[in-house]
């Protein structure tokens, strides 16, 4: 009689054999194309609270613009959290939120460990990839789960934490081509849970235990806020001394080490980079430090939106008007240029300010479409062309690939009483010559003589 195989050792021999199941709890723009790609090797049970969005996929559909339909013989997604039960590794992949004041909302992974605990069955392993704090996987999941189900973690189930990756719209990068960082309770689970992940993604990175991975998770993503302060810094500097931030850029980013380009913007949007430092900076104070750097970068970002409506300001002013009564159009309102995602895009506080000082606004996004603000819904004007009619002032703040020749055509019929705020920093051989151009970043306070 061999000697009995542990629980790790039961889901790699599975690995092994292929008759491994995964599950995977929510279905959202991460847990959906994951879903797809073990999919293609294993049988999933997608779970996601949502009814609607079951039904779709149930249908073949897909809601994801990455995912282009959902038909798979070894997918099945359901409403049920018990077909959860059938399932050896388990992946919650929900929302990580902020509420009102910035502290971290586990809500979304509160709710489900409880489902997932209530479903929990000895032998199963569970995985975390929402992005947030270090300690949440061991602190917060890990205590649900065994209070749900009676078990107790090692004896009966796994656990680790692998950060999601998924970067929408990106085809260069998906979710096969992307390492995954894996770390488990234990370096057995790691083992485990980094041979779940590898038969659907090529390159796994495990790490120490589940906290490191959480770190590596919120530190990716600190890096690129921190840095997208300091050039929007540098932007602000360059205007006072008359410097073009763009071209300074374009030079420092010719040195082949030790320097990694950032752009100045309009301020920093999306659902990671602005809320992810704060899951980190949240638990720092936890440990009696206060993270500064972290802090202040999110402040500079959080300025930007207001320094471009100053811009606005400053080049009506130079056009002899001001922003109270004038018409003040916003081209492209999501968060980052080639998206048509508004959540947390700079463009709602850009259009709150320029309202509050008594301009009358409208948007011109053929991508986006449409936006929410404060219970409104603001619809896309019709053209470029009659934007640039109807506006004293156009902001923009989101220069879309599909959005940019039909621009520089209206540009080239507009008249000198336009205001034109380029926050995304234009070619200068693209900068319209017929009105007035303020540009972040670029001297004399934004305004370029040429
Ligand atoms: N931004 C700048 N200047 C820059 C880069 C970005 O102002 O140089 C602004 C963008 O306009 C946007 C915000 O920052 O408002 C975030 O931009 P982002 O390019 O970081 O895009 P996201 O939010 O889609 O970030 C995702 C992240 N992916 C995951 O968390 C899995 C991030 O880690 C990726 O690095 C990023 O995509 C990416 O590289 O596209």
Known sequence: MGKKRSLSETINDKVEERTLMVGVVGLGYVGLPLSMSFAQHLKVVGFDTAAEKVEMLRQGRSYIDDIAETKNDNFLPTADPSALRECDV?????????????????????????????????????????????GTTEEVLLPILERMSGLKVLADFGLAYSPERIDPGNRKFTVENTPKVVGGLTPEWTDAAAKVYGVAIKEVVPVKDCKTAELVKVYENIFRNVNIALVNEMAIICERMDIDVWEVIDAAKTKPYGFMPFYPGPGVGGHCIPLDPFYLAYRARQFDY???????????????????????????????????GAKVAVLGVSYKPNVSDTRESPALLIIRELMSEGAEVRIYDPLAGSMRIDGTELFTMGSADEVLRW?????????????????????RGADERLVFVDTRGMKLQDIPSSCSYVCLGRGHNGTTER
């Open 290 to 324: 206060i993270p500064r750097f972290i802090e202040t970068s999110g402040e500079v970002n959080d300025y930007m939106p207001i320094h471009v409506v100053n811009l606005a300001r400053a080049g009506l002013k130079a056009a002899g008007k001001c922003l109270n």
């Open 391 to 411: 506006a004293d002032a156009v902001i923009l703040q989101a220069d879309h690939d599909d959005m940019r020749e039909e621009m520089q055509r209206a540009l």
């Open 90 to 134: 388990i992946i919650i992949c929900v929302p990580t939120p902020l509420h009102e004041d910035k502290r971290p909302d586990l809500g979304p992974i509160k709710s489900a460990a409880q489902i997932v605990g209530k479903e929990l069955r000895k032998g199963q392993l569970v995985v975390l990839e929402s992005t947030t704090y270090p």
